[in-house]
Structures are given as C-alpha cells and as structure tokens.
T-cell receptor, first 114, second 118 residues
Framework: KAGVTQTPRYLIKTRGQQVTLSCSPISGHRSVSWYQQTPGQGLQFLFEYFSETQRNKGNFPGRFSGRQFSNSRSEMNVSTLELGDSALYLCASSLGGQTYNEQFFGPGTRLTVL | AQKITQTQPGMFVQEKEAVTLDCTYD???????LFWYKQPSSGEMIFLIY??????QNATEGRYSLNFQKARKSANLVISASQLGDSAMYFC???????????????FGQGTILTVHP
C-alpha cells in the first residue's frame, strides 16, 4: 500500500505570493490533517478534512485555507506569504471513523519564504 | 485544553542499551489516544506506537514499548537495544476522542532529541 505523498517537497517563494501544497492520503483513508512545524513553535495543527468537510481548525489566520476532494486528496493554500510562514508543512492521513489507532504522515513540504 | 510535556530536550544512550523518553499529558477528556513518532533529520514523521486511554495493557511494537500510567498521566516510550539508526527527534502526541469519533487533531510535545553512541 502506498504511503502518504506530498507535493512539492520543496518550495521557495517571496513575500506576498501565494502557495498551494498537495497531499494524497493512503488509499481508503478519508481524513487528512495538516500541520506546520517550525523550530520556534514546534508542531501546530492547522486543520482537518474528512469527507470533503473541514471538521477541525487550529489557531491560524484566514490566510491559511484548505480543501479536500472527493478522492480524499487535499490541498492547502497560503495567501499573502509572510517570512514567518517558512516551515515544514506535514499532512497526515487516517481512516477517520469511529475508532482508529493509525495516523500516518507524509514526507512534508519544506516552504521557504524570502 | 490538551497539553503534552516532554521534559528531556536531549538524551544520550549507548548502542544496545535501553532508553526511556518521558512524556506527561494533561487532559480533561476520559477518552483519548497517545502516540509516539520518530522524526529523523529527513523530516518525515514515522509512527512508532499507539496507546488508547482504555487499553489495559501497555502497547508494544517490536523494540518499542509504552509505559502507560494513567493515574500519573504519563506515557513514556521505552526503546530496548538501541541502534545507531534510532538517533532522531521523538515526539509524544495526543488525540482527542469525542462522541465516539477519533478526530485527526494531534497535540504534540516539544520533542526529545535522542543520540545513540556506538
């Protein structure tokens, strides 16, 4: 079974631009969660999508948005990039049902904002 | 609100010895899940082990075991027979369970850097 994939793996953008990151979950997984990892703040939850609906959201500004498609693939968008948005962005997939123990992460997208 | 505390910024262990990485948590929920992840320098988060709050036995996965003490709210990771490849950052995380549904939001600790010496 293929793991979680994220594209692109590396991105360099300048302030004010926008960026879209993509995450393909493990086959059969319906939940996709996004996290931001920085040296200063550690790992912080951005949002979770389940069956194309956002069902949980972290404490991030509205510049951070996402969506999920019918095949469970998810995209995350950051508009008007700031220097502080430089981070490793990780997505994780899981079944998302009643009871489950697994949550698997992708390799991440490393975003650098200049 | 949930909180995870990992008090050891860095740990050193000799190859083939066992090491314990500490994790304490705080939650008002009765139902929750606890995870340990390994993050090598490449950045990928590797799932190691899971413990449910109602699981009576400590979880084990190969060389990894979780020392779960619910009353103390601790979930320490024990790695037996350390290997050089175990050198990495280790994160403890908690997931809430509400209304019978396990949500995808994980709350992470700050992590512990483990260095295995030959």
């Amino acid at each position: 079974k293929a793991g979680v994939t994220q594209t692109p793996r590396y991105l360099i953008k300048t302030r004010g631009q926008q960026v879209t990151l993509s995450c393909s979950p493990i086959s059969g997984h319906r939940s996709v969660s996004w996290y931001q990892q920085t040296p200063g703040q550690g790992l912080q939850f951005l949002f979770e999508y389940f069956s194309e609906t956002q069902r949980n959201k972290g404490n991030f500004p509205g510049r951070f948005s996402g969506r999920q498609f019918s095949n469970s693939r998810s995209e995350m968008n950051v508009s008007t990039l700031e220097l502080g948005d430089s981070a490793l962005y990780l997505c994780a997939s899981s079944l998302g049902g009643q009871t489950y123990n697994e949550q698997f992460f992708g390799p991440g997208t490393r975003l650098t904002v200049l | 609100a949930q909180k995870i505390t990992q008090t050891q910024p860095g740990m050193f262990v000799q190859e083939k010895e066992a090491v314990t990485l500490d994790c304490t948590y705080d939650t008002s929920d009765q139902s929750y899940g606890l995870f340990w992840y390994k993050q090598p320098s490449s950045g990928e988060m590797i799932f190691l082990i899971y413990q449910g709050s109602y699981d009576e036995q400590n979880a084990t996965e190969g060389r990894y075991s979780l020392n779960f003490q619910k009353a103390r709210k601790s979930a320490n990771l024990v790695i037996s027979a350390s290997q050089l490849g175990d050198s990495a950052m280790y994160f403890c995380a908690m997931r809430e369970v509400a209304g019978g549904t396990s949500y995808g939001k994980l709350t992470f600790g700050q992590g512990t850097i483990l260095t295995v010496h030959p």
